[in-house]
């Protein structure tokens, strides 16, 4: 097993790109077996972006 200890950020950004290769390519293949996507409205993430001073102020 390979182990990565990324130093800064353009090593972190590499090694976040081989992860989500990783994660389409297993994705794409398990659509192509099952037929069918996996990833719909009913299942997806709802990320609400929230301005940090505005968190901040009202904690």
Do not use: C
């Not at 976040?16 to 997806?44: F, P």
């Amino acid at each position: 097993m390979l182990k990565h200890n990324p130093y800064g950020l353009e090593q972190n950004k590499k090694i976040a790109r081989t992860g989500g290769n990783i994660a389409k390519v297993a994705r794409e293949d398990l659509e192509k077996k099952l037929e069918v996507s996996v990833i719909t409205n009913e299942n997806r993430l709802n990320y609400k972006y929230i301005n940090d001073k505005e968190k901040i102020e009202n904690m």
